[in-house]
């Protein structure tokens, strides 16, 4: 099976000249896979009956994938999607809702970009599931294209993508990259490059790598810790300077590509939640200029709970008074098993869930 979806619109030029089509092919068949999503090549209306035959004979599949089951919370803005890969592998998507007023809700695809994760996070459902595989661009791309086919029924569309799914995006580079100029080429899916963010729990040679690759995305680094010792333990992965490396890699980020970088911070009850970490950290980043978000940590099997509310905020307020930005993550689909952190795709996950099936 392989995914047009997962094509970049030079490679679907030379497809269509392959196939001695004139070029005007090439702009529909765009056209059907990224904004009318068809889910067969049958359905490639704007195509001669022969041509399309001729791609299914080359077993050429459109961007979508089956649906093995959506979840929906309780207050129906966050979704979360199973999805089948070619080869069988499992792999979640989330659509996250903002209502907004007066206008469509903004409408957030939360991606994956491995089935697994080999990074190890302590308090991370993905890391504790260990590494099965990377994913291709076509099969990340074919996530945002699920939900903007589920929101087009609605007539709304898909307003961000964030890499924050399952794995590690920049331990998957290529894919990665090739997934974002898909989705952000106006001759496919058309999505502004600031309208998307890659998460990385830290690869330092990638993110420069990212930084010199001339787009405009948004990175958000998780730090989690604001010393070696306690990242180590956090991220057992990290290596023994990875704090300093990944401050030094926002800064080249920020003076490459004139963006922000956010630290993401997971915060662990009784681990990472103290007012002196609160202070280190905010010692770490002053005169940064960066933005911290605060993840209070989701339930997964690991046993990691989640601080008091009071807690959560004075962390913050620390954080703040001391001048640094700083934000607490709303929470979405907790009790979906949606939110950072809890995706899986084993039975211990969808026993969990308090299904709402949708179909
Ligand atoms: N591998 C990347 C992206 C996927 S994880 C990364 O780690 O950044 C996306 C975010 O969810 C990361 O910030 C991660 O630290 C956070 N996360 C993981 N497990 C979590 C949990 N149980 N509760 C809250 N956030 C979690
Ligand atoms: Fe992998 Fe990110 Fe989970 Fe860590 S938090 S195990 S890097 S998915």
């Known amino acids: 099976m392989t995914l047009l979806g997962g094509l970049l619109p030079a490679e679907v030029d ?3 000249s392959r196939m001695d089509l004139p070029r ?3 702009d529909q068949l765009l056209q059907a896979v990224h904004r009318e999503c068809v889910e067969d090549v049958a359905n490639i209306r704007q195509w001669p009956a022969q041509a399309r035959e001729q791609l299914q004979s080359e077993g050429w599949e459109t961007g979508l994938l089956p649906v093995i089951r959506t979840v929906v919370s309780d207050d129906g803005e966050t979704t979360k999607s199973l999805l089948r890969l070619g080869d069988g592998t499992l792999v979640e998507a989330v659509l996250m809702q903002y209502p907004e007023e007066g206008k469509h809700p903004r409408s957030t695809v939360c991606v994956s970009t491995q089935a697994g994760c080999a990074m190890g996070c302590v308090f991370c459902a993905t890391g504790q599931m260990g590494f099965e595989r990377n ?3 076509g099969e990340v791309v074919a996530q945002v294209l699920h939900f903007a086919r589920f929101l087009r029924e609605r007539g709304e569309h898909v307003t961000n993508v964030v890499f924050m799914g399952m794995g590690e995006p920049l331990a998957n580079y290529a894919e990665t990259i090739r997934a974002i100029r898909i989705l952000t080429d106006p001759r496919a899916f058309g999505l502004g490059q600031r309208h998307i963010t890659v998460s990385t729990v830290g690869v330092v040679r990638s993110i420069d790598r990212l930084a010199s690759e001339g787009l405009q995305v ?3 680094i998780s730090l989690h810790a604001p010393n070696e010792e306690l990242r180590q333990e956090l991220v057992p992965t990290a290596g023994p300077t990875s704090v300093r490396d990944l401050l030094d890699a926002a800064s080249r980020y920020f003076d490459a590509t004139g963006r922000r970088v956010t630290f993401e911070y997971a915060l662990i009850d009784g681990v990472n939640d103290s007012p002196e970490l609160a202070s280190e950290l905010a ?3 002053r005169g ?4 911290v978000n605060l993840i209070p940590v989701n339930p997964t099997a690991g046993g990691y709970g989640r601080p008091a509310r009071k807690r959560v905020l004075e962390f913050e307020r620390i954080l703040r008074d001391a001048g640094i930005n700083c934000t607490v993550r709303v929470e979405k689909g907790t009790e979906i098993a949606a939110a950072c952190g809890q995706l899986r795709t084993d039975d ?5 869930v308090n299904v709402t099936l949708v179909e």
């Open 348 to 352: 211990a996950n969808q026993r969990q």
């Open 14 to 16: 030379e497809l269509t």
């Open 283 to 285: 010692t770490l980043l």
């Open 24 to 26: 005007y092919r090439a």
């Open 135 to 137: 994913l291709t661009a």
């Open 218 to 220: 948004g990175l958000a």
């Open 288 to 291: 940064r200029r960066t933005h």
